[in-house]
């Protein structure tokens, strides 16, 4: 299995904010690798960087950000040199992403079916209907009950757990290999982010996909991952199997984290 | 001394049926509840998103009437106070709220935030309220240079911490901390933590901390109330209810808290092994 070429490998990743005169580094020297099938944690406190290295490997970045220097490789393409049509094109079927707070991550005004169909047929040559049937399906696979009766409704009408359930519904359809969650289950309470953590446990096996987790909480870390970057301030400090960093983490401040829950 | 006690709460929502709303159904959000805190006491309320816990804290600092059942505060029943006879306890109960940004005037400074319950207490004279805020702005562990900065500019943390500082300014012996912490990040959680027990040190103050979260409770509260649809199915106290959970809710609530090491982690393994085969 391991002579597979990783799923996104990421070098020397550098990406700074250009303010006035200034110049803040806010990524510094980041280097990851996802495997397919694999869930692979990025750990650190606020302001840490986690989001921005996630938003350059995406292509997301806000303009006074830009990446200065490394190489960002998604299978064989190099996201560096795509355009950003093409790198949007590759965000619908290659790449995926589920945001902190999915109420504020769906249109307000569009009902959830129309998110989701719409998703489906700009990714997918179908019609309406089988853009509805395949929508359906995958409303089943993401865990929510009463699919036919979900997408007429409209975000604010349900609940955190499930809008959390539709992005994920949303990020799948088009059968993306790489799934980032930008902290998926903070704005969950506990129980609920039992469920989502074992849902994305579940879709990696199932859709073959790998995951990119990125979280503050070591306890989910815990449950749920293979391999864990800890991250501060713009550097990784420590990476390593779950299993051994918990039982010997070796840099002061993954202690530190540790220390704290 | 009993400080705070509920006598069979109930509360109510969408009883009135209008002429836009006649399918309305109510919904039973505090359910026949009855507790009682004393003085010094930390209380956690557990439960998961829509069980009550929030509607509770409104009925106990008489931002809201209950349907039925009477509230006391040091055996004082202050039900069916008026807005203007509730002033006279107002200052001894406080709440800090979940999302603090969202609860202050975003056109207000940190020191007229701060200053603004004592101001409302009487307290006229500007050199005394500026002493005043300084100390307590002390107390929660930020600096003077903030006293000018608007809510905006600071932090997460910082944020929190203003929260914090708005609710002890008049010295309440009471704060009810509706999920303080679960908008910051873990090291930030620890550090909040810390700040409360020592202010609970300090002030003698008493906490209700509404939280879902049942691995933050074990360490900081006395006494633990597991709530389920609008009543409290348990009580047990803060180191107990981790080992002898007894109500089938409280154990569901505690197997959803992430485990601690990736060795302890049962579901994972089987499904592994299913994809293999």
Redesign the interface.
């Known amino acids: 299995m391991r002579t597979e070429p990783p799923l996104l490998k990421v070098s020397h990743l550098c990406t700074s904010f250009h303010t006035g005169s200034e110049q803040v580094r806010a990524v510094e020297d980041v280097s990851i690798e996802v495997n397919s099938r694999q869930i692979v944690a990025l750990v650190g406190e606020s302001g840490s960087g986690k989001s921005v290295t996630a938003m350059s490997i995406l292509g997301l970045l806000d303009p006074p950000g830009t990446i200065d220097s490394g190489e960002i490789w998604l299978g064989g393409t190099n996201l560096r040199e795509c355009t950003s049509r093409q790198l949007r094109k590759l965000r619908g079927t290659e790449m995926a992403v589920i945001f902190q707070d999915p109420m504020n991550a769906l249109n307000p005004v569009l009902s959830i079916g129309r998110q989701i169909i719409e998703t489906i047929i700009l990714h997918r040559r179908v019609s309406r209907q089988e853009a509805r049937v395949l929508a359906i399906q995958q409303m089943q696979q993401a865990g929510l009950a009463n699919p036919e009766q979900l997408l007429g409704k409209y975000p604010f009408q349900i609940s955190g757990g499930m809008c959390q359930r539709v992005m994920i519904a949303i990020a799948l359809v088009s059968g993306a290999g790489l799934l980032i969650a930008d902290e998926p289950t903070t704005a969950l309470d506990v129980t609920i982010q039992a469920q989502i953590l074992k849902e994305l446990d579940r879709i990696r096996w199932a859709n073959d996909v790998g995951i990119l987790f990125i979280t503050h909480d070591l306890g989910v870390v815990a449950e749920l991952a293979d391999y864990v970057y800890v991250m501060k301030s713009g550097r990784i400090v420590e990476s390593g199997n779950v299993f051994d960093m918990f039982s010997s983490p070796v840099h002061p401040y993954t202690k530190y984290l540790m220390d704290c829950r | 001394m009993k400080l705070l006690e509920a006598v069979s709460l109930n509360k109510r929502y969408g009883m009135e049926r209008r002429w836009f709303t006649p399918g309305v159904r109510g919904v039973q959000a505090v359910n026949n509840l009855s507790f009682s805190l004393e003085s010094g006491e930390t209380l956690g309320l557990v439960g ?3 069980c009550g816990k929030s509607t509770l804290a409104r009925l106990l600092l008489g931002l809201e009437k209950p349907s039925s059942g009477r509230v006391l505060y040091r055996s004082e029943d202050y039900t069916d106070w008026s807005f203007s006879k509730m002033r006279t306890i107002r200052n001894r109960m406080q709440m800090v709220f979940q999302n603090s940004l969202a609860s202050f005037n975003p056109l207000f400074t940190v020191e007229q935030i701060i200053g603004e319950p004592l101001r409302n207490y009487g307290e006229r004279k500007a050199q005394t309220l500026r002493v005043m805020v300084e100390d307590t702005l002390e107390r929660v562990g930020l600096e003077r240079q903030h006293i000018h900065r608007y809510p905006h500019e600071l ?2 943390g910082q944020q929190q911490r203003v929260g914090i500082a708005r609710a002890i300014a008049l010295r309440p012996e009471l704060i009810i901390c509706d999920e303080p912490f ?9 550090q909040m933590m810390d700040l409360l027990q020592e202010l609970k040190r300090e002030l003698g103050l008493s906490y209700i901390f509404i939280t ?4 933050v409770v074990n360490r900081f509260c006395d006494s633990v109330a597991v709530m389920y649809q609008g009543g409290i199915v348990e009580r047990q106290t803060g180191e107990h209810i981790m080992q002898h959970a007894d109500h089938p809710h409280t154990r ?2 505690l ?11 049962g ?2 393994i089987s ?2 092994k ?2 293999r085969e």
């Open positions: 998961e998103s829509g932090s997460g679960s908008s910051l990040d873990v090291t930030l959680r620890k879902h979260d049942l691995s569901r609530l197997s959803a808290v992430p485990v601690q090491d990736p060795r302890l982690r579901h994972r499904r592994e299913e994809y």
